[in-house]
């Protein structure tokens, strides 16, 4: 299962990244992740672990469901 593509062909996050302006290198390692791991779970190849998911939307003020909603439907 991995997250949906808005309809740019982006998902949430990419989008999310792009708008805001937010360096990926810079969130992985406020993540504790590696860059490559959050480049899958960002381009949609990836659902990542609650944990991850919650750091992720903690550091981008969302929250899991509002990334990641779409995937329970």
Not at 2 to 18: A, E, V, Y
């Amino acid at each position: 299962m991995t997250n949906r593509l808005m309809g740019d062909g982006m998902t949430k996050l990419q989008l999310l990244i792009k708008k805001r302006n937010i360096k990926q290198r810079e969130l992985a390692k406020q993540l504790g992740i590696s860059n490559s791991a959050l480049s899958l779970i960002v381009n949609g190849k990836s659902v990542p672990t609650l944990k991850v998911a919650l750091k992720i939307a903690r550091a981008v003020n969302m929250t899991v469901e509002d990334l990641w909603g779409d995937l329970i439907e």
